[in-house]
């Protein structure tokens, strides 16, 4: 089984995310990074499983928060390159896929 590793982009992502969610509701942020995890063991059990958003990049929705996990599976692991709001423009992700 491929582990996950996090691009820093997605990681500012978490970041930022998390303290925004913990300025709205305390423990909020937490919630918001356990149910990322649980999306992210879902991703490296069945990486094939999610959809194809843009070759070879592929998206999954989280439960509960509006994010969306994008990811790469590489030979060695699964990049993942953004955890995006889903409502965020999706010209501005397509930007960071294409620069990197």
Known sequence: MKKAALS????????????WYDSREPGL???FVNVLDECIG???RHPD??????PPYR?????RFPF?????????CLWILAVYHAKRDPEQLRKRLSNR
Not at 8 to 19: I, K, S, T
């Open 68 to 76: 969306q996990v994008v990811y790469e599976i590489r030979a060695d």
């Open 59 to 63: 998206k999954v929705l989280i439960r």
């Open 29 to 31: 942020g937490a919630e």
């Open 42 to 44: 879902q991703i490296e």
């Open 8 to 19: 820093p982009c997605a990681l500012c992502d978490v970041d930022e995310a998390m303290r």
């Open 49 to 54: 499983l999610f959809r194809v958003f843009s």
